[in-house]
């Protein structure tokens, strides 16, 4: 096992992975940006390096810092956390040229679902259901009409290179889609630089629903169940539960297997998440994440397994310890993430938090690098806390989510903790009914008038 592990994070999941390390008798190395030497991550950590200037590109994107300062400091791996570097291959490669281990997959499986054609090519090839879709990249706009006039309007243009939503254009007939092709492939180029796209049926009404797998380098595979991420606004996650309201544990298993099955053909090793839309029961692949996801907490409170300290044991070509049998769902938890925003505009708002206090008791989780006094800097992701709640089952999670809720004090900052009290109250979200366009309506509506 390693002794010593770099974090290449910040915030929250900067400690998810000190905590992990620690329990395992693992130094940790905190890297951060001068907006960041009062972080809490910084504060936890054996030993901390400054990389850089507060912009993400000149400190936490920094390659040649980063390097650096596993250099200086002696540790043997990196942690990427997610975002910033965590799905880079070049950067995975270039820690691999220095004798260090990048901890997540081989860079060829991150080049591979970094190509959205590449990773539906690859899922098509080993019986993963996609949706509908060109196999190819588009080439012209004749024969992408000739496409869509097959699998039927409307149709969903999307950026081989994008993701998580980006450069995604709909077009309902032949004239928008020949309108929007140059415009997205533009646009493409400009933001990813390249500038490759392709067409998939758009599902009007879908759930999203990913599901946790995990592979160490000995061909042993597993899933670890799903998550339900519906409940998104601008393609950013407010709230994930699992299981999810609406699979059943026949349905879990099946796809799981299939997930599972999928991933150990293609020689993946690590964590990974296989995101799929899922309509009218049935399971639609769209991408797979190759990095530890914001939501793993919610996955960890229902099987009990740490799943940043199996990533890091397979990372170091640790066996997996346990199989697919030893695997127990328990219960239901859900995760609501706190943004500093208005709650109405959802504009960023950082600044001081003049108080803080978290809530406590049974099957209450937060994770957060936020203290009193701390201030919230400009620079990086609005997200400063993630409430977890695990409850015997779903009613239960939910009283105690209200409850949670109510205690949770952030003073100073504006927060999206009353936008996630007024959700609770939803019936809707209370009975599990809900797609991925629900939320956005919900906030649509005046606080008086919310159902
Ligand atoms: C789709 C879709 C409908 N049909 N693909 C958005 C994020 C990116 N990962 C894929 N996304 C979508 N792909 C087809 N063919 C609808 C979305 C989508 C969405 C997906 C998951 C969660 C929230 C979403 C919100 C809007 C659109």
């Not at 149709?155 to 997205?184: N, S, T």
């Not at 049974?362 to 409850?391: C, E, Q, W």
């Not at 939910?398 to 109250?425: A, Q, Y």
């Amino acid at each position: 096992m390693f002794e010593k592990v770099l974090i290449a994070n910040r915030g929250e999941i900067a400690m998810r992975i000190h905590r992990a390390c620690h329990e395992m008798g693992i130094r940790t190395v905190a890297v951060h940006s001068t907006a960041d030497a009062e972080a809490m991550h910084v504060r936890l950590a054996d030993e901390s390096v400054c990389i850089g200037p507060p912009p993400a590109r000149a400190s936490y994107l920094n390659v040649p810092s980063i390097i650096s300062a596993c250099q200086v400091t002696g540790a043997e791996a990196i942690h990427p956390g997610y975002g910033f570097l965590s799905e880079n291959a070049r950067f995975a490669e270039i820690v691999a040229e220095h004798g260090f281990t990048f901890i997540g997959p081989e860079p060829a499986h991150l080049r591979l679902m970094g190509d959205k054609v590449a990773a539906r090519r690859a899922m098509r090839e080993l019986g993963i259901p996609l949706v509908p879709g060109t196999e190819e990249a588009v080439r012209d706009a004749k024969s992408a009409r000739a496409f869509a006039e097959r699998i039927g309007y409307p149709v969903l243009i999307k950026a081989a290179c994008g993701g998580g939503g980006r450069g995604m254009k709909v077009a309902r007939d032949g004239r928008e889609l020949e309108a929007m092709l140059d415009l997205a492939a533009r646009e493409a180029f400009e933001a990813f630089g390249d500038g490759t796209v392709f067409l998939e049926k758009y599902l009007t009404g879908p759930r999203h629903i990913e599901i946790q797998v995990l592979a160490d380098q000995h061909g042993h595979v597993m899933h670890f169940g799903e998550r339900d991420c519906s409940l998104q606004r601008r393609y950013q996650k407010l709230v994930e539960e699992a299981p999810s309201p609406a699979l059943d544990p026949a349905t879990r298993a099946d796809i799981g297997g299939r997930a599972a099955e999928a991933v150990r053909k293609l020689g993946y090793h690590g964590l990974g998440t296989l995101e799929f839309l899922f309509e009218d029961g049935a399971f639609y692949f769209i991408e797979m994440n190759t990095r530890l996801q914001v939501e793993h907490p919610v996955t960890e409170m229902i099987t009990g397994i740490d799943l940043v300290r199996e990533q890091i044991r397979v990372a170091a070509g640790v066996p997996l310890g346990f199989s697919q049998g030893d695997i127990r769902f328990s219960g239901h938890a859900i995760e609501c993430r706190i943004t500093a925003e208005d709650p109405v505009t959802f504009m960023p708002r950082p600044g001081r938090v003049t108080d803080y206090h978290p809530p406590g008791g049974l099957g209450v989780r937060v994770d957060s690098a936020l203290y009193a006094g701390y201030t919230v800097p400009p620079h990086y992701d609005s997200m400063v806390a993630k409430l977890i709640v695990h409850g015997s089952n779903r009613t239960e999670c939910l009283m105690r989510l209200r409850r949670s809720l109510e205690e949770f004090v952030i003073d100073g900052i504006p927060t999206t903790l009353p936008l996630h009290r007024r959700l609770v109250e939803a019936p809707d979200f209370a009975d599990g009914l809900y797609d991925i366009g629900w939320l956005e309506r919900f906030v649509a509506q005046p606080a008086e008038a919310a159902s």
